[in-house]
């Protein structure tokens, strides 16, 4: 069996209750640091260009 069949397997039959606290508190910070990143990010020229970018040649108009 291969490693990707392996993880994909794990990951498949993981449940959220199956995950260590510190786990979890470190996945949530993981989210709060992004969520600030691309709030950053989203004032910045080059931000403002992706985001340009992103609507003008996004497939789905519904799409946020």
Known sequence: MNETRILSRFVAQARYSDLPDDVIRH?????LD???VALFASQTEWGRTAI???KQFSAIPEST
Not at 27 to 31: E, G, I, Q, R
């Open 52 to 54: 340009k970018y992103a």
């Open 27 to 31: 996945a949530k910070n993981l989210v």
């Open 34 to 36: 992004h969520i600030g």
